[in-house]
């Protein structure tokens, strides 16, 4: 794993941005893992920027995101289908036919429907090739789209409860109120976000730096999701100084560039 320490978020934005866009420079035909939350913001926004000013092509990338609320319509404010049209999607070129994003339309109490629906989405990854980047937040637990502790590290995409810590720490997005905070995602598993040929991890601030902790040096469990990218051939984990500030320095690949 590499592991990049850089001061703030900005500067851990530009240089998750930076692979990023080596990514689609390399292969124009890319099919990105995309995340929402408010981690990889900034690294939309400096992708934005180099669509504008670089002239960063997104015309043949395909793109599949972790993972949606259910209850939530695509025209709902804390959905993630109107988080990807609003900070990314309505400001680059890519084609709406490859943007995949999972449904939140989902009957929560029609289980086989839910499931035939996730094997689909499964189907169009691998019909797509596979991911070539994933691009992950992590929760504050270790969770990584919304494998909550204590997921399958094998699993797949499914529907998944969502364990009170998690809606808390996504209450803010809802007024505070918990009543709206939904209970259930639908969310790619470990499985299928391990399969991608990069995992490219970000993490802002201190509240994220004990999750870096253990996803670092583990153990590798299920009770952390994110450890699990310890297995990874190619993750790459670029933290802030706050995020990084209970890590041991004694990692081989750690790079730092603070002052
Ligand atoms: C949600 C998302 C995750 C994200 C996490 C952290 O649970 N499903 O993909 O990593 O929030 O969000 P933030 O980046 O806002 O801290």
New binding site residues.
């Given amino acids: 794993m590499l592991i990049v320490i850089k001061k703030n978020y900005e500067e851990m934005s530009l240089e998750a941005a930076r692979v990023v866009s080596e990514t689609v420079r390399e292969k124009p035909s890319s099919v990105l893992g995309l ?7 900034g690294v939309y926004k400096e992708l934005i920027r180099m669509h504008k000013e670089e002239g960063l092509d997104f015309s043949k990338v395909t793109t599949f995101n ?2 949606e609320y259910i209850g939530l319509a695509p025209s709902h404010p804390q959905s ?1 289908h109107y988080f990807m049209q609003e900070s990314l999607f309505k400001y680059i070129n890519v084609d709406e036919r490859f943007i995949h994003i999972p449904s939140g339309m989902a009957d929560v109490n029609d289980v086989n429907r839910i499931h035939r629906y996730c094997g689909w989405y499964e189907e169009q990854i691998s019909k797509g090739g596979g991911m070539d980047l994933q691009l ?5 637990n270790g ?4 494998n909550e502790p204590g997921s399958s590290l094998g699993a797949r995409t499914r529907i998944k409860t ?1 364990t009170q810590q ?1 809606r808390e ?2 209450a803010r997005f809802f007024n505070n109120d918990m009543n709206k905070v939904p209970k259930y ?1 639908i ?1 790619m598993g470990v499985g299928t976000i391990m399969e991608s040929r990069i995992v490219l991890l ?4 201190r ?2 730096a004990e999750a870096v902790k253990k996803t670092v040096e583990g153990p590798i469990t299920a009770m952390v999701p994110a450890s699990i990218v310890q297995m990874h051939r190619k993750a790459i984990l670029i933290v802030d100084e706050e995020a990084g500030s209970l890590l041991g320095l004694q990692h081989e690949q750690i790079v730092t560039d603070l002052e």
């Fill in positions: 995340a929402t939350g408010s981690s990889p913001l972790l993972d993630y992950l937040g992590i929760g504050a969770h990584i789209g919304f969502l998690t720490d996504n995602a969310t970000i993490a802002s601030g509240q994220k």
